[in-house]
């Protein structure tokens, strides 16, 4: 008897902890915290009402209540772990698009016996929920049959609806034990949000006027760098800060050396932990761009673009897109003049990560293929990095002898073993983070000095903040800008729109969109 009534306990325990827990921030691990549900209760009250309508509850209904059980506690666990892995709520509308394009850049750089192995442990882990589930429910199933331990289940069920709804309908109501939201509720959302994203309209806004005359910065280079995940806790959160201090102090040290200056501002990306690509269009259309379905039916139209407006005042204009390995329509739309994606910049190095080329390199490869023509037009360069992607480790090391990055073999061993020894930490990410942020900061101070006398002005700017396993709870969106020049006229104006002098920003200027018209009227005539 004592063994009969721990099975339906743990039974009962089973499925409702499955659909309750909550995650372990900053990790993906979850945990429970007592609370109750109401799905649960539900279930059991609906199978109680069918046993006592003299028909007991077949392998089918079990078979489908176990995978609606799966379905409940999948959802459970994007529904929580997304906030606090990546900042933002999960949306299977936009994200499930992303599957296939995740899955191939996992293949092609995971070994085929990892794939396998991912595949067998994926298949087992879904396999072993299904079977506890579906025991459990089993168990539920065999205490209805019995007229004690129905009417025992079938009060408690009832209690838990009445508790929920209490809950839900008076602030007064007692507060413990906690009622779970609904797991149901959560894919009703997304449903409503799904149906409204079909049905809806776009509403694009107007571009920006892009008629600058650009003559502040005639004969100059311009470089847009876009640094992934380069965000404003690399300030505000004080062990990022000390880690990545050192080489910020190395970037101050090569601009001064190389008699320029900067001026740096924080702004609002529109995206948060990932979707670079809404940073890089809001910035390059004047168009604020918060999700892939107006980025979509934007690029569907011919608008004037920042490259576009480059073009016209005589630059040629060059996208450098290391992690690119496919081809890039979105090119079309910007209008630039040349793409280097990975295949022609033809990298022969040991690999980094899931974009494989180091930022140095690639760098490096613009100044073979574009920067020292001779007889060659001013410059409009955009450069999305790779080097800080998520999970930030394996990181390159640092070469300070550029000319052997286009070697087979740019690195010392020694530097080799210390990069690929340092595991990602799926608990910590914060210190890969900080060490990541230094290197492409220290490769862009080399750069500088390797390109002293280029007249040039660099717009370093942060694509988004890092997702919420490294920026925390509750972050902002805000990711820092930095103008380097030596034209002083030039910084001057950015400073009378909120920029302050140095690698330190002392204001929020607005969104990313809002940046565009900034930058081209302080590179123009006033």
């Known amino acids: 008897m004592a063994a009969a009534v721990a099975s339906l306990i743990a039974a009962i325990l089973l499925l409702d902890v499955s659909v309750t827990f909550h995650n372990v921030w900053p990790t993906p691990a979850v945990a429970w915290s007592g609370e109750i549900s109401v799905e649960l209760a539900v279930a059991v009250a609906a199978l109680a009402a069918v046993t006592r309508a003299g028909r007991e509850p077949s392998r089918a209904l079990i078979a489908g209540l176990s995978l609606l059980w799966i379905a409940l506690s999948s959802g459970r666990y994007a529904e929580t772990t997304a906030p606090a892995l990546y900042g933002r709520d999960v949306n299977l509308y936009w994200d499930l698009r992303f599957v296939p394009d995740v899955i191939a850049m996992v293949t092609r750089v995971a070994r085929a016996w990892e794939i396998g192995a991912a595949i067998v442990a994926v298949a087992a882990v879904t396999g072993g929920a299904y079977w506890l589930v579906r025991s459990a429910w089993n168990r539920v199933g065999r205490a209805l049959r019995h007229r004690r331990e129905r009417l025992t289940l079938e009060v408690l069920a009832a209690l838990a609806i009445v508790w929920f709804i209490g809950q839900q309908t008076s602030e007064h109501f007692l507060p413990y034990p906690r009622v779970a939201p609904p797991v149901t509720a959560a894919y009703a959302r997304q449903a409503r949000f799904a149906f409204t994203a079909l049905t809806a309209p776009a509403d694009l806004p107007p571009s920006p006027s892009m008629t600058d005359d650009l003559e502040a910065i005639r004969g100059a280079d311009v470089f847009v760098i876009f640094i992934e995940a380069y965000g404003a806790i690399t300030y505000t959160r004080p062990e990022i800060a000390a880690a990545v201090a050192p080489a910020r102090a190395q970037l101050d040290a090569a601009i001064h050396e190389t008699r320029r200056e900067v001026v740096s501002a924080f702004v609002e990306s529109p995206t948060f932990g990932g979707s670079s690509w809404l940073a890089h269009i809001s910035l390059l259309s004047g168009v604020e761009v918060r999700n892939p379905d107006l980025n979509a039916r934007l690029m569907t139209e011919r608008r004037d673009t920042v490259p576009r407006a480059f073009a016209r005042r005589g630059f040629r204009t060059v996208a450098l897109m290391p992690g690119l390995r496919t081809d890039w329509p979105e090119g079309a739309f910007y209008g630039f003049d040349a793409i280097y994606g990975a295949n022609r910049l033809a990298y022969r190095g040991p690999e980094f990560g899931w974009f494989a080329i180091p930022d140095e390199y690639s760098l490096e490869r613009l100044d073979e293929l574009e920067v020292t023509k001779p007889s060659r037009p001013p410059l409009f360069v955009f450069f999305p990095t790779i080097s800080t992607h998520f999970p930030f480790t394996p990181i390159p090391p640092y070469q300070p002898d550029w000319r052997r990055l286009t070697d087979p073999h740019p690195y010392d061993g020694p530097d080799i073993v210390r990069a690929y020894g340092r595991e990602v930490d799926w608990v910590h990410f914060a210190p890969a983070y900080g060490s990541a942020i230094a290197y492409d900061l220290i490769t862009i101070a080399g750069y500088l000095r390797r390109q002293a006398a280029l007249d040039a002005v660099f717009v370093l700017v ?54 565009t018209p900034v930058l081209l009227n302080a590179f123009s005539r006033r």
């Open 462 to 515: 942060g694509d988004h903040q890092p997702a919420a396993a490294v920026s925390g709870e509750a972050a902002s969106w805000a990711v820092p800008v930095h103008v380097v020049a030596n034209r002083r006229a030039v910084l001057d104006r950015l400073c009378g729109d909120g920029f302050a002098s140095g690698l330190a920003p002392a204001a929020a200027l607005g969104k990313m969109h809002t940046l």
